[in-house]
């Protein structure tokens, strides 16, 4: 199994050697816990540290972590039907985002490789954001999610290293045929960060302590269908998950064209990826022998 090439553009660690630092006092003073001592929290999304029951994350996208706090602490106000969402903490001032920080109240959990139960929050949590307008971030957005997102609707041409991506996307795309499934807000970036709370044991997951919890949402417009197949094909490409999994979800509509909607969506973020290499497509090139067994 590959490693998974760098995918989540919305956090990135302070440059800095060795680990990266924890948030510093002035940030940790607008969001109420100057006096905490920052503790590290693995087994998260990105970096992260608690402090008196805050959670602190850098974020990249200012305009993006803004956007996606105040779409969960209206999603936790009204609650999502067997998912915790993290509700966003403001700073003393107001804003959501100071200085490259965010924060959220802690919750419980960490990050497994439970791919379908990833999937099955993935529809919970759609059926939430189905009630929310369309964003104008989604529209306004041209990083490299938004562009490959384009891509592999037929809606943008972007030219892609033909050695890390572009040439399976090139020959996949010839597969693709237009889907009618109603778009809706999603949460297009899933895979890896859903936490789980509870012991797992070798024959699965143990009893859970509380529902998963999703701690932020990345914008898309598009099915609830294609979010669900992102998550199958980044399980398979960088998860080691079973090819049967595809299978488990083939009574979502138009299933064949949403995994390859999918996977040419994941096909254009490696292949836009500075930190991407032929060795980190291996695992796309898998997905894509499963996938297009379907087709």
Avoid: N, Y
Wanted: glycine share 8%.
């Amino acid at each position: 199994m590959t490693a998974a090439p760098p995918q989540d553009t919305r956090a990135q660690p302070p440059a800095a050697a060795g680990e990266p630092e924890g948030p510093p006092l002035h940030v940790r003073t607008a969001f109420g816990v100057r006096e905490a001592e920052p503790r590290p929290r693995p087994h998260l999304p990105g970096p992260a540290w608690t402090c008196d029951g805050i959670l602190l994350r850098p974020v990249s996208d200012t305009v993006l972590a803004a956007w996606s706090a105040a779409t969960t602490e209206e999603l936790a106000a009204s609650g999502v039907d067997g998912v915790r969402v993290a509700r966003p903490v403001r700073a003393s001032d107001g804003r959501r985002v100071v200085s490259g920080w965010a924060a959220c109240h802690d919750v419980a959990g960490q990050v497994r490789p439970r791919h379908d139960d990833v999937v099955a929050v993935s529809l919970r949590l759609h059926r939430a954001t189905a009630k929310l307008a369309r964003p104008r971030l989604v529209d306004d957005r041209d990083d490299i999610l938004a562009r490959a997102d384009r891509m592999a609707f037929g809606e943008r041409s972007v030219s892609l290293d033909a050695e890390t991506g572009g040439d399976l996307f090139a020959e996949l795309v010839r597969r693709r045929v237009p889907v009618t499934v109603p778009s809706q807000l999603v949460h297009g970036d899933l895979f890896g960060t859903v936490l789980f709370d509870g012991p797992d044991t070798p024959e699965g997951p143990g009893t859970e302590q509380a529902p998963p919890a999703v701690l932020d949402v990345v914008p898309f417009w598009r099915p609830v269908e294609w979010a669900a197949a992102v998550v199958v094909v980044d399980a398979l490409a960088w998860g080691g998950a079973d090819s049967g999994i595809v299978g488990r979800w083939s009574h979502l509509v138009a299933w064949p064209q949403m995994l390859l909607h999918g996977l040419l969506f994941r096909l254009a973020v490696h292949a836009q990826h500075p930190a991407c290499t032929k060795e980190s497509l291996r695992g796309l090139e898998h997905a894509a022998r499963v996938v297009t067994e379907l087709l």
